[in-house]
T-cell receptor
Framework: GQQLNQSPQSMFIQEGEDVSMNCTSS?????WLWYKQDPGEGPVLLIA?????ELTSNGRLTAQFGITRKDSFLNISASIPSDVGIYFC?????????FGKGTRLSVIA | DVKVTQSSRYLVKRTGEKVFLECVQD?????MFWYRQDPGLGLRLIYF???????EKGDIPEGYSVSREKKERFSLILESASTNQTSMYLC????????????FGSGTRLTVV
């Protein structure tokens, strides 16, 4: 099946730092999604991208749909402790969503 | 807001037991999904259902079955629980209008001893 390569696997950062993570695929997609999972909860949709080259923001989060349609990036500016969690990229597969393996973010106050 | 409720947050079961994980959504969503989440492996699809009494195998259906007798309820069944089924189980329902976005439940952490 389709596979998404998400990196990095984990990150430890200081509060106030900016964060970048990305997701790549060997296939082309028309939609990229980013989810966040807080500790002990289910994932929640953060940002949806529908157009190649699109840059979309949600507060301190900014996501980009790669121009090749094979990748996407998520940036978090000025991280705070509540940014802790696992971030997943996802794309629509032939059937349900296909998820990357996640980036686990830890923020050190 | 759509709510997806998983009946138990934590479960401990013995090897060989039959286990039922229940998921209920409070909107009229046709589509429901079961995933398991393990460290380093992300979310893996077990089964999904596009409508009542319909079910489709996902990527890792072995050792599981499902039941969808009513639109709002999607049950995951472990016929004979094994220790390698110790995991976090997540149920999801599809948000109407987008065709792609999910609402997830809070998860059930199952431990099989």
């Amino acid at each position: 099946g389709q596979q998404l390569n998400q990196s990095p696997q984990s990150m430890f950062i200081q509060e106030g730092e900016d964060v970048s993570m990305n997701c790549t695929s060997s296939s082309i997609f028309n939609t990229w999604l980013w989810y966040k999972q807080d500790p002990g909860e289910g994932p929640v949709l953060l940002i949806a991208l529908y157009k190649a080259g699109e840059l979309t923001s949600n507060g301190r989060l900014t996501a980009q749909f790669g121009i090749t349609r094979k990748d996407s990036f998520l940036n978090i500016s000025a991280s705070i402790p509540s940014d802790v969690g696992i971030y997943f990229c996802a794309v629509p597969g032939n059937t349900p969503l296909v998820f990357g393996k996640g980036t686990r973010l830890s923020v050190i106050a | 807001d759509v709510k997806v409720t998983q009946s138990s947050r934590y479960l401990v079961k013995r090897t060989g037991e039959k286990v039922f994980l229940e998921c209920v959504q409070d909107m009229d969503h046709e589509n429901m999904f079961w995933y398991r989440q393990d460290p380093g492996l992300g979310l893996r699809l077990i089964y999904f259902s596009y409508d009542v009494k319909m079910k489709e195998k996902g990527d890792i259906p072995e050792g599981y079955s499902v039941s969808r007798e009513k639109k709002e309820r999607f049950s995951l069944i472990l016929e004979s629980a094994s220790t390698n089924q110790t995991s976090m189980y997540l149920c999801a329902s599809r948000i109407p209008g987008t065709g792609i976005g999910y609402t997830f439940g809070s998860g059930t952490r199952l431990t099989v001893v």
